[in-house]
């Protein structure tokens, strides 16, 4: 698979595009259903010619209307590796700035689609809007491309409960999933298990005195973390980091203040099952399973490594789901 190039100069734009439109953050299933009709295996018989792209805007609109930073289910990194597995060839970065942001729709759609870049194909959710206060809408695409502009509707999943309602796919919707701790929700709306990738750092080596050493992750400091606790994870672990290794591990994960040992500020700590290596360094992939219990202070060590035994055979026991 090519790797997708990524643009910021748009004289570097490959052209003309079939181009999915919008911010994918997390590059969920409803997004993947907008990036769909773009991409080449859908092209090849019609549109040879045309470069898939995905056109998203850096920074985020409500990062810069706010100056506030953003968390991200994906941030950059991630989302340039999951939009190169879809089969994406080039990933358009818009420079959301003052300029861009007082774009009538008619500008954009002059300025932006057609004269840079050369726009034949669109695909976008059936929600998005564009221009000065958001004033661009479906129609107004459709006036320009009708019939070669795709809308995808509002996408939603059942869970099997006649009671429930279904829920909409969104990032948002994700983003609560996350901070409840439900697991199962956010990864089924991903339509993948949530993902932290980070390097490994040294801690505080505590973890070791009472015989479970952890990883220590460093991750981008705009990732989203779900609620503080201990999670049932896999682990995937570089291939140069351990030879000898499988590639995938099972393990528990605990975010948070650890007060317990009195920690002072917000840690990612792994540990990894049936396993044994220096990971310093290296970059560690966590999916997350299940979320086990939230983080609470422990009378004593004694008292934490109990529960941790416990949080592991907790973990251990989710192994026929994975």
């Known amino acids: 698979m090519l790797s997708v190039r990524v643009i910021f100069d748009p004289t570097q734009i490959s052209r003309p595009t079939a181009i999915a439109l919008g911010n994918f953050d997390g590059v969920h299933v ?3 259903r907008v990036i769909a009709p773009i991409l080449p295996i859908s092209l090849r018989d019609r549109h040879p010619n045309l470069t898939s792209s995905v056109v998203s805007f850096s920074p985020h609109p409500q990062e810069f209307f706010s100056q506030r930073s ?9 989302k340039v590796a999951l939009l190169e597995s879809l089969g994406v060839e080039q990933l358009v970065l818009l ?4 300029e861009l942001a007082k774009l009538t729709a008619a500008e954009f759609i ?11 194909l669109i ?9 000065q206060k958001r004033q661009g809408n479906i129609s107004d695409l459709q006036n320009i491309w009708g019939d070669r502009l795709t809308v995808i509707p509002e996408q939603t999943m059942g869970f ?6 279904p829920v909409r796919i969104s990032s948002s919707n994700i983003r609560t999933a996350l901070a409840q701790g439900e697991i199962d929700l956010a990864n089924s709306l991903l339509g ?10 040294q801690g505080k080596q505590l973890g070791r005195t009472i015989g479970f050493p952890t990883a220590n992750l460093e991750l981008p ?12 994870i896999q682990a995937m672990i570089n291939p140069d980091a351990a030879t000898q290794s499988p590639a995938q591990v099972l393990g528990v994960m605990n975010i948070g203040l650890r007060p317990t040992v009195d920690g002072d500020q917000r840690s990612v700590e792994v540990h990894l099952f049936d396993w044994q290596g220096d990971l310093y360094d290296q970059e560690l992939s966590v999916n997350l399973i299940r979320f086990i219990r939230p983080e609470r202070k422990f009378d004593s060590l004694d008292a934490l490594k109990a529960q941790i035994q416990s949080d592991c055979q907790t973990a251990r026991n989710y192994k026929i789901l994975i």
């Open 95 to 98: 420079p959301f700035d003052a």
């Open 192 to 201: 993948r298990p949530y993902n932290l990738v980070g390097r490994v750092v």
């Open 221 to 232: 400091t705009q990732k989203c973390l779900p609620r503080d606790g201990v999670y049932a």
């Open 123 to 131: 695909s976008v959710g059936f929600d998005f809007h564009f221009g």
């Open 160 to 165: 099997g409960d006649l009671d429930q309602p």
């Open 30 to 32: 409803g997004h993947r």
């Open 70 to 78: 953003r968390s991200l289910l994906a941030p950059f990194d991630e």
């Open 110 to 120: 002059q300025h932006i689609l057609i004269d840079s870049l050369q726009v034949e």
